[in-house]
């Protein structure tokens, strides 16, 4: 491994971050990246031996424990702060247009601004879904370790231009 982040110029946890958990790349392009077999990272390993996702510790991509929806529900609707229900992950490109299940394109709502959002009936409720996703879009390429590389930002900008028009986004 270390090998390969010396060529690379990155460590393995900065790339399974950025590219894996936090971008839209798969288990099969980070290892191609990586020029090692998928395996290698991700897959069970013959004689007891750990893939470096095991080694390294590293999250599961999606893995959402019981204490983080927890939490989630404590924070409340991420609109009007309602805490007295049961919060529903609202698509802002929905999944029939080719809307995602990321971060990027999923509000936790109450179902009243739920509903809001997707009859598109209260200017204000859309304004601040707005910028609740253009914040996280700006969120995650400052923690990002690759801000700086120009295909990133301009993914970057194509997602915020999406988020704007409120308009699939091709990968």
């Known amino acids: ?55 390294l510790d590293l999250p599961a991509k999606g893995n959402r424990n019981d204490a983080k929806r927890s939490d989630d529900k404590a924070k409340g609707c991420e609109i009007c702060g309602a805490t007295d229900v049961n919060l529903e992950g609202a ?27 997707d009859q598109l009936e209260d200017a204000a409720t859309t304004k601040r879904a707005r910028e609740i996703l253009l914040m996280r879009a700006a969120e995650s390429l400052l923690n990002s370790t690759s801000a700086r590389e120009e295909h990133f930002q301009r993914r970057f900008f194509e997602l915020c231009a999406c988020i704007i028009e409120r308009k699939h986004r091709e990968a």
């Not at 090998?3 to 900065?14: D, Q």
């Open 91 to 117: 698509h802002w490109i929905a999944a029939r247009d080719g809307g995602s299940t990321r971060k990027d394109n999923i509000l936790k709502l109450c179902p009243n601004c739920h509903t809001r959002l």
């Open 1 to 55: 491994m270390l090998e390969v982040e010396s060529r690379i110029g990155t460590t393995l946890e900065e790339d399974y971050k950025a590219y894996y958990l936090d971008g839209r790349w798969g288990q099969k392009r980070l290892a191609n990246r990586w020029g090692v077999a998928r395996g290698q990272i991700f897959g069970a390993l013959r004689g007891g031996r750990r893939n470096w996702v095991e080694m």
